[in-house]
């Protein structure tokens, strides 16, 4: 059973940095788009950020361009910059085999995706 397991959450204050990691032992993930979502209590999960290898075909939304940065080897990672607290939330890492790009992560479906991790909390205080 594939398991993926994000770490690196926590309680910053606004203009901190946070480095989130998703790891999934036993996997490569090497034809799949990796990503990042995100849930803020009270609203809809949302993309944040999607790489295709390991070199450059990368996504963001535009709420994190720019402060954002995700990457990946054997684990995938979001790098966050200049944190505000409309960054609070559970973040999530998922994996898609039918996404053909880090672009197409942010236009599917949520159930398009093929692996969900249970979600790290990032708070963020003004």
């Known amino acids: 059973q594939v398991q993926m397991t994000e770490s690196g959450g926590g309680t910053v204050q606004a203009g901190d940095s946070l480095r989130l990691s998703c790891t999934f032992p036993?996997?490569?993930?090497?034809?799949?788009?990796l990503g990042w979502f995100r849930q803020a209590p009270g609203k809809e999960r949302e993309f944040v950020a999607a790489?295709?290898?390991?070199?450059g075909n990368s996504y963001y939304a535009d709420s994190v361009q720019g402060r954002f940065t995700v990457s990946r080897d054997s684990a995938l990672y979001l790098q966050m910059n200049s944190l505000k607290p409309e960054d609070t939330a559970v973040y999530y890492c998922?994996?898609?085999?039918?996404?053909?790009?880090?672009?197409?992560?942010?236009?599917?479906?949520?159930?398009?995706?093929?692996?969900w991790g249970k979600g790290t909390l990032v708070s963020v205080s003004s």
């Open positions: 790489i295709r290898g390991t070199g």
């Open positions: 036993g996997r490569t993930f090497s034809n799949y788009v």
């Open positions: 998922v994996a898609c085999w039918k996404c053909a790009s880090a672009r197409t992560m942010a236009r599917v479906e949520h159930d398009v995706m093929d692996y």
